[in-house]
Every structure is written in C-alpha cells, then in structure tokens.
C-alpha cells in the first residue's frame, strides 16, 4: 500500500524533479556505484513523513540510510522542498484561491523524544521534550506559514513571527482578520495586530468559547492534517533544518490535497475521476 495516494504524489514529483540539478546518470569512465535515482530517495523520504519510521528501517538494496540522510541535506541546502511548497500554494491561489480575509494562528505541541534544537519541556506532557508548531492558515485551513519552537515557548511571542511568513500574502490594512484563541488575549498581541493594520478576533479568557463558534477552528483541522504524518506527531529529528524540510514536505501534499479536491467539485477535465480519492 502506498504511503500517500498516487494521484497527489505524482504532480509533486513532477515538480520536484524540474527544481533538482541536472546530473549524469553514470560515471563518465563507467567506474563507481551508479547513483541512486532521485525518485527512490523521494519515495522513501515520504515513507519516513507518513510513518515516521527510523531511516535504517525503510533502507533496502536500492537505497541505504545514509544515502537518505545525505540526499535530503543535498536537497536541503538547494531549498528545493521550500521551493515545492510554495509552488503549490501558488498553484492553489491561481487555480481555486486562496481565503486571505481571514486567517488564522494557532499553535500545536507534539513530542520530542529525542531532543534536539527545538526539543523543549512540554507544559502539557508532564515536562517531557516537544516541540511546538505555530501555524498559519487561510479561512478553508491551507497552510500559509509555521513556525518551529520548543514546547515551552508560549503562543503569544510566536505571533509575530508567525504572521511574517505570510510574505506577499498581506493584505492592505484593515482587510485581515486574525482569528485567535484566548492563549492571544494580551494587550501585546492587539498592539501586533494593530501595527499591522490587521483586525484580531480573540477569545476572551476566562471565558469558554466554542471552536466552530469562529473561524478559527480551520487551523484546529490543520493541525489535525499535520499530525496524520508521525513524523510530524513524534519527531525524532534533531536539527532545525531537517524539520523545516518535513514541514515543507507535509505541507505540498496538504495543499495539493485540498487542491486536487476543490478542483473536482468545481471544474471536468478530460481524465477527471468518477470520485475524488
């Protein structure tokens, strides 16, 4: 069974493999070990997101763990994946369109068994190493921007942050509404919110508000979508890079998803399937 349906998986590789550098297949004097293809690595690396298994357990003949390891910093350092998603979601924008009016901040706190540069004391989790996820989302729930912490760093500073990665993706002030939960509620974040001319809608503390009551509660399925890839929901990585890598990575099947599906509700095309997987 695959890790993730084909029909997503194929449009991303395709894309991916326009972003990766042109190499000879084989060595020019016929020595050395032929190169692993890239789209075993890249079928391996998306084992690795969804199931979350240890790299020497998906190794095989074709491909060993320290070639994973090795080819995902090489496509690290390129910036290819980063690059991945951002083509999605600009393919998303042109083709269904994005929802900027109202976005939404939430953040999510996952485990860390392992340590590393992010792993921090969860305060939900009696005091084990996490990790912490402050995302982003437009008003249907598509990533526009995460941002990596420790456990133990609180919402409110992750905020601004947050909203930097929205990029061009701002609207002129006084458009954006921020839909927050009350972890927000702080005279600092209103005057973030303010100095960005966006308009905040923030449960008040103290006070117990439905999720569906908002908008916000696009972000809480979000989240939900993130945490369906174990690497996601017990990461075992250690460095900054190599989880902003998986982010990225989850983040172009997430939007390609929900952009193979709203297509199909609202356009046919030749090769249009019966239903949508």
Known sequence: MPAVQSCFIEPLWDQFSDLLPRR??????GCHRPRVPDRVVFDTLLQALVFGAAYWRLAGPRCSASTLRRRRD???????????????????????????EDIAVDGCITKAPCGGELAGPSPVDRAKQGTKRSVVVDGQGIPLGIVPAAANAHDSPLLAPTLDT????????????????????????????DGRGMRGCISRRGTTTSVRSSNRWVVERTNSWHNAFKKLAWC???????????????????IVRRLMREAWKRYRWDTRPRRCP
Request: aromatic share 8%; charged share 25%; glycine share 8%.
């Open 74 to 100: 090489e496509w690290m350092a390129l910036g290819v994946m980063a690059q991945l998603e951002a083509l999605a979601r600009t393919a998303y924008d042109r083709i269904i369109g994005l929802q900027l």
């Open 24 to 29: 000879e297949v084989q060595h020019r004097l």
């Open 236 to 254: 075992t990585e250690r460095r900054t890079a190599v989880v902003k890598f998986y982010l990225a990575f989850a983040n172009a099947i997430i």
């Open 166 to 193: 929205l990029g061009d993706h701002c609207l002129a002030p006084g458009e954006m509404t921020v839909h927050l939960d009350r972890g927000y509620d702080s005279g600092k974040t209103r005057r973030e919110l």
